[in-house]
C-alpha cells in the first residue's frame, strides 16, 4: 500500500509539473498556471498542494509525505493554442472524463503534437500585420506594400535566428537592423515615403506585448518575483529592437 501510495504521489507531481512547464513555456499568466495546477493537485486527491511557479522553474511538494520536485522552464514562446488544451484536459479531469494516467498522457500528447501555425503563415500574418499598422499609424498608401514586404523579412530572419542559435534577444537585435536597412534603402529607392512610419510597422509583429501584458497581469495578481521577471524580459526585447534601429538610423 505504501509503494502503491507513492506512486500515485509521483504521478500527481509528474502530471502537475508537466501541465505547469507547458503552460509557462506557451505564455500562460501565473495567475492561470497557479489556478490550474492546484486544481489538478486537488482533483488528484492531494488536499493542501504546496506548489511555487515562476518563469523559470516549478517546485511542488505533497505535506506529509516524502514526495518533492523541481521542473526548470528552459524557454518561453506564446502558443496559447497549447494553454487552451492544457485547460481542457484539467476540466476533463475535473470531471472524471479522464483518470489521472490517462490526463497524463494527453499531457505529453499536447506537449509533442499541438498544432501550431505553419511558417509561412506566420510570415503572411507578420506582412499584413505591419501593413496595416502602418497606415493606422497615419502613413500614405505608398508605404503599404513596402512596409509589408519589411515587416515580412524582418519576421523571416527573427525567426530563423531564434529557431536556429537560441540566443535570447540577439534576433530581436539583428531583425531590427534588417529592418531598419530595409527600410531606409527602399525609402532612398523611392519605393516608400516614410521611413519612421515604416520601421514603427514592420516592428509591430516583434513587440513583446503578450509578454509585457502577462507582467502587469502577475504584479497585480500578487506574483512579484514573475512579474519582474517578465517586465524585465519584455523590456530587454524593446531595447534589443530599439537598439537594432538606432544603429541603422545612425550610420545611415
Excluded at 97 to 110: D, E, G, H, R, V
Excluded at 141 to 168: E, M
Excluded at 201 to 224: C, E, F, K, S
Aim: aromatic share 10%; proline share 4%; hydrophobic share 50%.
Amino acid at each position: 500500500m505504501i509503494e502503491m501510495s507513492q506512486k500515485t504521489d509521483g504521478l500527481i507531481i509528474k502530471t502537475v509539473m508537466l501541465a505547469g512547464r507547458i503552460m509557462i513555456e506557451s505564455g500562460a499568466d501565473m495567475a492561470r498556471v497557479d489556478d490550474t495546477l492546484k486544481r489538478i493537485a486537488r482533483n488528484a486527491g492531494i488536499k493542501d498542494p504546496k506548489i511555487f511557479e515562476t518563469t523559470t522553474g516549478i517546485t511542488m511538494s505533497i505535506p506529509d509525505r516524502h514526495e518533492a520536485q523541481v521542473e526548470p522552464i528552459n524557454k518561453r514562446t506564446i502558443d496559447l493554442e497549447k494553454v487552451a488544451r492544457v485547460n481542457d484536459a484539467s476540466r476533463a479531469f475535473q470531471n472524471k472524463q479522464l483518470s489521472l494516467p490517462n490526463f497524463y498522457l494527453k499531457l505529453i500528447a499536447i506537449d509533442v503534437s499541438a498544432p501550431f501555425f505553419a511558417f509561412y503563415w506566420q510570415l503572411m500574418a507578420a506582412a499584413l500585420v505591419s501593413a496595416t499598422l502602418v497606415i493606422m499609424y497615419g502613413a500614405s498608401w505608398r508605404d503599404f506594400l513596402p512596409t509589408a514586404l519589411v515587416g515580412a523579412l524582418g519576421y523571416t530572419c527573427f525567426y530563423f535566428i531564434n529557431s536556429r542559435y537560441k540566443i535570447r534577444f540577439v534576433s530581436e537585435f539583428l531583425a531590427a537592423l534588417l529592418i531598419g536597412f530595409s527600410a531606409v534603402m527602399l525609402v532612398r529607392f523611392n519605393l516608400g515615403y516614410s521611413v519612421d512610419r515604416i520601421i514603427i510597422g514592420a516592428l509591430m509583429p516583434l513587440v513583446p506585448g503578450v509578454p509585457l501584458t502577462n507582467a502587469v497581469r502577475d504584479l497585480l495578481a500578487g506574483h512579484i518575483l514573475s512579474g519582474m521577471a517578465r517586465a524585465m524580459e519584455a523590456i530587454l526585447t524593446a531595447c534589443a529592437l530599439g537598439l537594432g534601429i538606432a544603429f541603422i538610423l545612425k550610420f545611415m
